[in-house]
């Protein structure tokens, strides 16, 4: 018998017969003898429909606490919904809010951080036997306002739970049975891994595979949550994401990721002074805008290229920013790009793997494709490219690495 | 400066707009320096559709405790956006849901009964200037659960709020401007009435005027606030429900009331003997059926006719619980109709007035309506007729007691 804390997500929540899926497969968790604490978001497009009415009052930025009260209640509706159908399944089951649980997180409306979670009454009902049914993404500040924990939130407040009941496990129940070695819809023989390390899918979360938020995998990481992804709607394994994985397993690249939000902009031509670097990202950063991947050219006459990526949604206004202080920086050009693609290999095998990076290199070379920016860290290489050259990318480094599914190849 | 509490019912918030519209009505009452507290119902519709959202998945009796954590978010929506409205013209808002006011009530979810109300928070936004929008219809159980206090239940949180805070006045703004003589969409120049009694309206109220919720307007004369029924769209003194009334204003009759929403049940021909009454009445009442008015004629022969009256949603169920009973009290038959109405005149002046019940009698003999049914109180007189005479009884009724707005009949 294993303590498991599962997350459905608005998909999984999408209507009320989905609901009433969810509720079976709470249901055969229960048979099966196993202690099962559920997390939920609203049902899908819940949250944005709350999200254009709030809009349409505040405009772009509606206050803070009011549309945390506002989001919330799509996650309210969902825990109700489905402690119903769980209860006419004949289990027992009790919908909790943030506040009730209590979630604690600190004030930072639309972007909460959970600061400790109250087990007291999660474990009480437990012990009776019933399924606390979680409200997600919400939780609770001093002042007893409601707090939201930004978009990918129910997945943080599952990982949160589970480390906080020293769950066995926290399954993230999702519409794909897994974590690929490359996006199927692009890659067609590509492979669900069985297992991966938190660093390796913190590194594919944040490159662009939408499974699970980045948040809620350094938090599993960090508090050694075991976490599981699959498939709401299938029998599976899924895949394990957890601390070290059995050497059988270990490829050297355990997948290829691809991002298609960035884009580029590059100030050439500035003075190569200290100072330079905070000189042109310190305007952006006050802007509340992200920069990624970040690059310095030192040229031989004194100046420097600077170019640097951010969001695409967020390139007019970082582009207008700059062009706005050139002078400043006494630039001699500012341009920009935002037809531009990020491929990424990640694998926890790189670190003891010499030449990856000259075998990634190669690769795209070989298709004729274009390196336009490079960044590495111990267990991932990132490159961009011209935004058109992206499934091509993806395609040559599954096959450099040998990532397909070898018995698919071989039997279909 | 006047502590006003104002409610605004779900036609009010109806959408965005609307409650665009609300906050410049409640920004109007700042300006003029009074002190608000808003209570809002979910928008028009919201209910329903979360309610036919847990009918789908719990049935007819849907999980009493998930069904208000499902309803109670239907009002967290409205208050969050009206406060952002507010916010937005420049008024200071705070959204606060039934367990932040706190609001404490019992725990019969569904029905729950207000127990106390904390001020301290409110009084504390006041202070501050803030307006505090209050989720009406819910509240919370000591185990920390949401309650809802049932369908009309926004009306008795404003009410029990102004109670509760000493408020000058309880403004319920609706899609109607005030309480009339009689239903104008009846009687053509059935007149606004400037003000009635609690008495008055109580009857009214459960009479079939849909305007205020019989709940509230009994909790507003036990604690003596006054409550004023008035348009939220446009500008109107309404009809103020007041203790006493100025003896200038004082009509025998105030209004007529009529209901379509009842049927009626004969038992005709059983012993007439004690206890025969709870025989018939008490398997009706465990089938938590409510019942409306009785009536009991004795006959000659030992034997008599036992007729009452319940809603019309509950006619089927309750013929059908007599008829399997029937042997049990040795009815001669059992019949029922359901093709009846309910007409009342109301007036606190009847007390001191005799004959009124004969006035109307012949004015609906003069119509040649028969009466099937007569119930009085100190302050009301129903009968119950046909179905199809209904129109006509009200017509008659208020022509008889002289209720036209006789500016209206004059000037046009």
């Known amino acids: 018998m294993a303590l498991i804390v ?126 606390p049914v979680v409200a997600g993404f919400q939780g609770v500040n001093g002042d007893g306002d409601i707090t939201t924990l930004g978009r990918g939130g129910s997945d943080t407040s599952a990982v949160a739970l589970a480390a906080a009941l020293h769950a066995d496990e926290c399954e993230i129940c999702t519409d794909v049975d897994g974590v690929y070695t490359a996006d199927p819809r692009i890659i067609k023989d590509a492979r669900r891994l069985d297992q991966v390390t938190f660093e390796e899918m913190l590194e594919l979360a944040s490159l662009g595979s939408k499974v699970l938020h980045p948040r809620s995998v350094e938090f599993a990481g960090r508090y050694k949550v075991p976490l599981r992804v699959l498939s ?66 030192t040229g031989a006459d004194g100046l420097t290229d600077f170019t640097f990526t951010v969001k695409r949604q967020d390139f007019a206004e970082a582009l207008a920013t700059l062009e706005n202080m050139a002078k400043e920086f006494s630039a001699r050009e500012i341009s920009g790009d935002d037809a531009i693609a990020k491929v990424s290999i990640v694998g926890v095998g790189m670190r003891s793997h010499a030449g990856v990076a000259t075998r990634m290199f190669d690769a795209l070379a070989a298709e004729n494709i274009n390196i336009q920016m490079i960044s590495t860290s111990e267990i991932k290489i990132s490159v961009v490219v011209a935004e058109r050259y992206m499934e091509l990318a993806v395609r040559a480094l599954h096959a450099e690495f040998e990532l397909h599914d070898q018995e698919q190849s071989a039997n279909v």
Chains 1, 2 share one sequence.
């Open 232 to 297: 709401t709607f299938q029998e599976g394994p899924g895949t394990l994401i957890t601390m070290e994985m059995d050497n059988m397993e270990q490829a050297i690249v355990s997948g290829i990721a691809h991002a298609l939000d960035e884009a580029k902009i590059t100030v050439a031509g500035v003075p190569d002074i200290p100072g330079v670097a905070s000189k042109i990202l310190g305007p952006i950063g006050r802007k509340n805008i992200e920069v990624d991947m970040i690059l310095q050219n």
């Open 6 to 131: 599962q997350k459905y997500g608005g998909t999984s929540v999408g209507d009320v017969e989905r609901i009433q899926g969810v509720a079976r497969r709470v249901a055969r968790y229960k048979e099966a003898g196993h202690d099962v604490v559920v997390v939920v978001s609203a049902i899908s497009g819940e949250t944005n429909r709350l999200m254009a009415m709030g809009q349409q009052i505040g405009g772009d930025k509606p206050l803070p606490r009011e549309l945390d009260v506002l989001l919330s209640s799509g996650e309210q509706v969902t825990i109700a919904l489905l402690s119903m159908a769980l209860m006419q399944l004949g289990v027992s089951a009790k919908s909790l809010l943030g506040d009730q649980v209590a979630v604690h997180t600190d004030s930072a409306f639309g972007k909460a951080r959970i600061e400790r979670i109250d087990t007291q009454t999660l474990k009480a009902d437990l012990d009776q036997g019933v399924v």
